[in-house]
């Protein structure tokens, strides 16, 4: 027997024999013996009982006890149940007088007869042992005179001879009497295990409520019993059954201990330590995934330096896969542990270690942490060592995921503050881990697949602001021309030209007559070709104007035709930059791009004008020179007929030349609207500013309309960021934990800090007028302005940009329109412009939605649980999770309704290892392991570990005193609650 049990697969066995315990008596014996065997496996000493029931058939009951137990107290159960029928106590002479007084028919239903039974005690006994049954309730007394409830009762309920079988309407009492005394019950129907032990499913919903109500809402553990008659059986054979084998595969599992106390335990919560199948879940999860589970973690010396303590020396610990919780009194070591488990995984939350740093077990000079090691081994037999003193080098992958309470703290605020993109990262890399293969399509992280999708997002925002940026400029441009003072100097430099003009007007010369005595042929001859020549030289000023023109005329053509080719060039260049970067789509789709678009430039004509114009531009100015010589020639020729005049004649053509001059000064006063100095020009300046404010509301309403088309850009790339999510979304309706309960809820939103934009907006303007006075005050005048409007509605977040404007225009000097006076230093307004509506500040972002209230809305607290729950049941990472004291800043009833469901779920598939003081996530958590932590400092400065089960007695002991400040406190607040 020894033999067959050491060697079956189960790490536990009760030993069931009808009506006695002689096969336990038997199996003390045998290993009290000299030279026996030792027992490896965990047994415990049971009796299998038929009870007297209202039912057609026959009720059978089992009763297992502790190893513990002593005989005596076997045989004083067994003496206080009572054989029907007889009355008598069990025991072998009653079975034999039970068989003596049952009728002849009654023996041969059985297979006995009156004479052989009466002849003899063997055969009676065989057939009492057949027939008898055992009043139910001594079976129910007996059980609960065994003291130190070290026996529990243990009834089939759909099996063969169970409970089930007695109609429970009719014999409501009876039933319900042996269910309540019953804490195990037996079944391999999965589905009426999961309504025993209080887990609801779809195919329970109908009956579990009734059940439940008929337990007193005391869940059942359910276990599906070999029922072996042998000690090794014959496979393929289920009537045949040895040690360790089980129908139709459906093996008992149960996480606790091998001892009678991990039974207890896992009565207690039957729902989470036992399962019934081929292979519990996380047991086959741990099998086929051994690189993400730590199997130990151990700590030595090293070196031959003096090293003052032990400290963590000889540190050697197995970790449950499971939930395990680091308990102890403040300073004895638990985070040291936490941090050491980091540092061996490769943690990048070094910043935030509590133990492992400078000015702690680091030191100044790395003293002590340079004399340990720790090691870190997987499941899979995989190790990792590192000295303690030594960082993991960035490029390592990181193995374990830190979560120390300041990490929460960190990203949250951060976050909201919009100093860091620390908390938008792992969002964004939560998302990209659901996203299928066909979104990814190739791409390696978030940010690649970001830039495979967004592109068409990133060319409209970058030609809407580039078009915006335009008006902006002309809109600075006109608010600096419509300023009073520019009005007003320009009017009065028109006056001044008028004046200029009236002084001219007074100077104009008269002609002076031709003298009327009679010229000579040759004076008259001189007369004549003088008037020629004036009228030559007008023309040669008049031709010299038409080249000057023509001239003008071609440099125009010259810069429009630069222009365009320039946007001709830049068309080009986008169009080829599309045909690449379509390529791979083009090749998706099996089309050749010019068979969907194409685009032909025709440089020729621009080319002609561009090439040409130099030439024609020498060319005229060789013909002004040539005109201008000809002039200079005509001229001196004036001056030579003009000596040979006599005075009079002399007077007359000089009154004549100047009243030339004066006309031509007089036009150069008056000018034309392209001559800006002269009075026309200026006229036509002040009509233009007089234009300026309509053109500036219409550029205004213009720019309006652009911000709202950014918007929209904008809120198209949101809501493509919104099908991202789309399985994640899936996944937390999928979880009713987190759709019901937390409500849960990713949110792609277009947002901003009031402190980020206030930030970019104080780079641009100075903080030293109005409500801009100040650094605070600014800040505090954005902060509440942010807090009027919700960005992430565009009507709101328009009204914004208008009222943050506007405020600015308030703060500036009440003479300029615009942002002029307000500008830093080489800050120009139409800067300060696109910011404000480009919306440039706004951008598609990742935020999580809790109980219905933004991030920004939760208590510190209700942000490391909201992380945590990130974390734990969304993040689909499947590393060890170390968590340091995620109660902080949690009530009781907040941990208890919040972080214990969490915990309980997340440990299904992950490996979490936390720090914590609270006794609702150790003990209601039912973590799997807990670890002791004490730090001798008396004791050389030793730190050591006692690790265990809950129901462990040690650890037991040291929940209760470290988590629960001792029994006599916990027992005194208990006895005051009502």
């Known amino acids: 027997m020894i033999k067959a049990l050491n060697e079956a697969?189960?790490?536990?066995?009760?030993?069931?024999?009808?009506?006695?315990?002689?096969?336990?008596?038997?199996?003390?014996?045998?290993?009290?013996?000299?030279?026996?065997?030792?027992?490896?496996?965990?047994?415990?000493?049971?009796?299998?009982?038929?009870?007297?029931?209202?039912?057609?058939?026959?009720?059978?009951?089992?009763?297992?006890?502790?190893?513990?137990?002593?005989?005596?107290?076997?045989?004083?159960?067994?003496?206080?149940?009572?054989?029907?029928?007889?009355?008598?106590?069990?025991?072998?002479?009653?079975?034999?007088?039970?068989?003596?007084?049952?009728?002849?028919?009654?023996?041969?239903?059985?297979?006995?007869?009156?004479?052989?039974?009466?002849?003899?005690?063997?055969?009676?006994?065989?057939?009492?042992?057949?027939?008898?049954?055992?009043?139910?309730?001594?079976?129910?007394?007996?059980?609960?005179?065994?003291?130190?409830?070290?026996?529990?009762?243990?009834?089939?309920?759909?099996?063969?001879?169970?409970?089930?079988?007695?109609?429970?309407?009719?014999?409501?009492?009876?039933?319900?009497?042996?269910?309540?005394?019953?804490?195990?019950?037996?079944?391999?129907?999965?589905?009426?295990?999961?309504?025993?032990?209080?887990?609801?499913?779809?195919?329970?919903?109908?009956?579990?409520?009734?059940?439940?109500?008929?337990?007193?809402?005391?869940?059942?553990?359910?276990?599906?019993?070999?029922?072996?008659?042998?000690?090794?059986?014959?496979?393929?054979?289920?009537?045949?059954?040895?040690?360790?084998?089980?129908?139709?595969?459906?093996?008992?599992?149960?996480?606790?201990?091998?001892t009678f106390l991990g039974l207890q335990q896992t009565i207690r919560e039957p729902a989470k330590r036992s399962f019934i199948g081929a292979k519990p879940p996380k047991v086959d999860e741990v099998e086929k995934n051994k690189t993400f589970f730590i199997d130990r973690v151990e700590v030595s010396k090293v070196g031959g330096g003096a090293v003052s303590g032990d400290w963590l020396a000889d540190t050697n610990l197995p970790l449950s896969p499971d939930l395990v919780a680091i308990i102890g009194n403040k300073g004895s070591g638990k985070s040291a542990l936490a941090d050491i488990l980091a540092l061996l995984g490769n943690s990048k939350q070094k910043a935030h270690f509590s133990f492992l740093k400078k000015d702690r077990f680091r030191g100044k000079s790395g003293d002590p942490?340079?004399?340990?090691?720790?090691?870190?081994?997987?499941?899979?037999?995989?190790?990792?060592?590192?000295?303690?003193?030594?960082?993991?080098?960035?490029?390592?992958?990181?193995?374990?995921?830190?979560?120390?309470?300041?990490?929460?703290?960190?990203?949250?605020?951060?976050?909201?503050?919009?100093?860091?993109?620390?908390?938008?990262?792992?969002?964004?890399?939560?998302?990209?881990?659901?996203?299928?293969?066909?979104?990814?399509?190739?791409?390696?992280?978030?940010?690649?697949?970001?830039?495979?999708?967004?592109?068409?997002?990133?060319?409209?925002?970058?030609?809407?602001?580039?078009?915006?940026?335009?008006?902006?400029?002309?809109?600075?441009?006109?608010?600096?021309?419509?300023?009073?003072?520019?009005?007003?100097?320009?009017?009065?430099?028109?006056?001044?030209?008028?004046?200029?003009?009236?002084?001219?007007?007074?100077?104009?010369?008269?002609?002076?007559?031709?003298?009327?005595?009679?010229?000579?042929?040759?004076?008259?001859?001189?007369?004549?070709?003088?008037?020629?020549?004036?009228?030559?030289?007008?023309?040669?000023?008049?031709?010299?104007?038409?080249?000057?023109?023509?001239?003008?005329v071609l440099a125009s053509k010259l810069k429009a035709a630069q222009s365009v080719r320039s946007r001709m060039l830049l068309l080009d260049k986008n169009y080829k930059q599309f045909i690449a970067e379509s390529q791979t789509d083009f090749d998706s789709l099996g089309i050749d791009h010019a068979d969907l678009v194409r685009i032909e430039f025709n440089f020729g004509k621009l080319s002609d004008v561009i090439t040409s114009s130099p030439g024609k531009q020498l060319e005229y100015s060789k013909r002004v020179a040539d005109i201008e010589a000809e002039k200079q020639k005509i001229q001196t020729r004036q001056s030579e007929l003009e000596a040979k005049l006599a005075e009079p004649q002399l007077l007359h053509q000089q009154s004549l030349q100047a009243l030339q001059q004066w006309n031509e000064k007089f036009d150069e006063l008056v000018g034309t609207s392209v001559e800006p100095e002269s009075r026309t020009g200026l006229q036509t300046r002040v009509a233009q500013i007089e234009l300026l404010p309509q053109r500036l509301n219409e550029c205004k309403i213009r720019r309006e309309e652009m911000a709202e088309q950014i918007y929209d850009v904008l809120d198209s790339q949101r809501k493509a960021r919104e099908t991202l999510f789309a399985p994640v979304q899936e996944l937390i309706k999928s979880n009713s934990l987190i759709r019901e309960e937390y409500k849960l809820q990713f949110q792609a939103t277009l947002g901003a800090s009031a402190d980020s934009i206030a930030a970019s907006l104080f780079n641009l303007i100075k903080q030293n007028a109005g409500e801009f006075r100040g650094e605070d005050e600014s800040f505090n005048v954005v902060r509440r302005l942010a807090e009027q409007f919700d960005l992430n509605e565009k009507s709101q977040a328009l009204d914004f940009v208008r009222e943050l404007n506007s405020k600015i225009e308030a703060a500036s000097n009440s003479k300029s329109l615009g942002a002029s006076t307000m500008l830093r230093k080489e800050i120009v307004a139409n800067q300060v412009y696109d910011f404000l509506f480009g919306l440039s500040f706004l951008e598609p972002k990742y935020s999580l939605l809790f109980q219905d209230a933004q991030i920004e809305q939760l208590s510190p607290g209700q942000r490391g649980a909201l992380l945590l729950i990130f974390y734990l049941l969304v993040d689909k990472g499947r590393t060890p999770i170390v968590l340091d004291q995620p109660e902080e800043n949690l009530d009781n009833e907040t941990v208890v309704s919040l972080l214990v469901p969490v915990l309980t779920e997340a440990k299904k598939r992950r490996q979490i290892i936390m720090v914590t003081h609270n006794p609702n996530l150790a003990?209601?958590?039912?973590?799997?392991?807990?670890?002791?932590?004490?730090?001798?400092?008396?004791?050389?400065?030793?730190?050591?570990?006692?690790?265990?089960?809950?129901?462990?007695?040690?650890?037991?002991?040291?929940?209760?005193?470290?988590?629960?400040?001792?029994?006599?406190?916990?027992?005194?607040?208990?006895i005051k609650y009502h």
């Open 9 to 258: 697969e189960p790490a536990v066995f009760a030993l069931m024999d009808y009506w006695t315990f002689d096969g336990w008596f038997a199996l003390q014996r045998r290993l009290s013996e000299p030279h026996a065997p030792k027992l490896e496996k965990t047994v415990f000493p049971g009796i299998e009982l038929r009870l007297m029931s209202p039912m057609k058939g026959r009720l059978n009951a089992h009763v297992v006890f502790s190893d513990k137990i002593d005989n005596q107290t076997l045989n004083d159960f067994k003496a206080a149940l009572t054989v029907e029928l007889v009355n008598r106590p069990l025991s072998d002479t009653a079975l034999r007088s039970l068989a003596g007084v049952v009728t002849a028919e009654k023996l041969k239903v059985h297979g006995f007869s009156k004479s052989d039974v009466d002849s003899d005690d063997g055969t009676a006994l065989k057939a009492g042992s057949t027939i008898a049954e055992i009043n139910c309730d001594s079976y129910k007394e007996a059980i609960a005179a065994v003291p130190e409830g070290m026996a529990i009762g243990f009834m089939p309920y759909d099996t063969h001879d169970g409970l089930a079988e007695v109609d429970w309407v009719e014999h409501y009492a009876f039933f319900i009497g042996l269910a309540i005394n019953s804490p195990i019950f037996e079944s391999r129907n999965l589905t009426m295990r999961d309504a025993l032990v209080g887990v609801r499913t779809p195919q329970n919903e109908r009956f579990i409520d009734s059940i439940q109500r008929s337990l007193k809402d005391l869940p059942r553990l359910v276990v599906a019993g070999s029922d072996a008659h042998r000690l090794v059986g014959t496979p393929g054979d289920p009537d045949r059954r040895g040690y360790g084998d089980f129908p139709s595969g459906k093996i008992t599992w149960i996480k606790a201990d091998p």
């Open 369 to 552: 942490a340079k004399n340990f090691e720790g090691r870190l081994t997987w499941v899979s037999g995989a190790s990792e060592s590192r000295n303690l003193n030594d960082d993991p080098p960035d490029s390592k992958v990181e193995l374990v995921r830190y979560i120390p309470q300041g990490h929460f703290e960190e990203l949250c605020n951060a976050h909201i503050s919009g100093k860091s993109d620390s908390f938008e990262n792992e969002l964004r890399a939560v998302i990209f881990s659901h996203a299928s293969e066909s979104v990814r399509l190739g791409a390696l992280d978030f940010n690649q697949l970001i830039e495979q999708q967004e592109g068409e997002y990133r060319d409209r925002l970058g030609d809407c602001r580039n078009d915006l940026r335009k008006l902006n400029e002309e809109i600075a441009s006109i608010e600096d021309q419509v300023r009073p003072e520019v009005k007003k100097e320009v009017i009065e430099l028109l006056v001044q030209k008028n004046k200029e003009i009236d002084e001219h007007e007074k100077l104009k010369p008269e002609v002076i007559p031709l003298p009327s005595t009679q010229l000579t042929p040759e004076q008259h001859a001189t007369s004549q070709e003088l008037g020629s020549i004036a009228a030559v030289l007008k023309e040669k000023t008049e031709a010299i104007e038409r080249v000057v023109s023509e001239e003008v």
């Open 923 to 974: 003990v209601v958590c039912d973590a799997e392991q807990v670890i002791w932590s004490v730090f001798e400092r008396k004791n050389k400065s030793k730190i050591s570990y006692q690790a265990g089960a809950i129901e462990n007695p040690l650890i037991n002991q040291q929940v209760v005193n470290v988590l629960e400040g001792t029994m006599p406190a916990f027992s005194n607040r208990r």
